[in-house]
């Protein structure tokens, strides 16, 4: 069964840090690329970040970049978000999101796998 827990979601002050994780289990053949999308009330899904798995290859939203690094654990199906600096608008549900094949976009539509996702609340 194919399986992605996201974790480490929580409640921080804006100016402050968050890493989220996710586990990946079940994917027998592999995956291109795993990354984050996230969901904020009232708006549009967005790819907040991306990882290719064979060449470890990075994408970063506008809004994120410079303040998101993302990492991966290719032994252990194990994906990093690390996001500083936040901002209340980044209060989001985020979710873990798998691309077999490589060939979509970092977006909600170019995965085939999405986790249920973890709250991530920045106070002002």
């Known amino acids: 069964e194919v399986q992605l827990q996201a974790s480490g979601g929580g409640l921080v002050q804006a100016g402050g840090s968050l890493r989220l994780s996710c586990a990946a289990s079940?994917?027998?053949?592999?995956?291109?690329?795993i990354g984050w999308l996230r969901q904020a009330p009232g708006k549009e899904r967005e790819g907040v970040s991306c990882i290719n798995s064979s060449d470890g290859k990075t994408y970063y939203s506008g809004s994120v970049k410079g303040r998101a690094t993302i990492s991966s654990d290719n032994a252990n199906n194990t994906v990093y978000l690390l996001m500083d600096s936040l901002k209340p608008e980044d209060t989001a549900v985020y979710y873990c999101?798998?691309?077999?094949?490589?060939?979509?976009?970092?977006?909600?539509?170019?995965?085939?796998?999405w986790g249920k996702g973890t709250q991530v609340t920045v106070s002002s």
């Open positions: 079940g994917f027998t053949s592999g995956y291109s690329r």
């Open positions: 999101a798998v691309d077999l094949l490589g060939r979509g976009a970092c977006d909600w539509y170019g995965m085939d796998y």
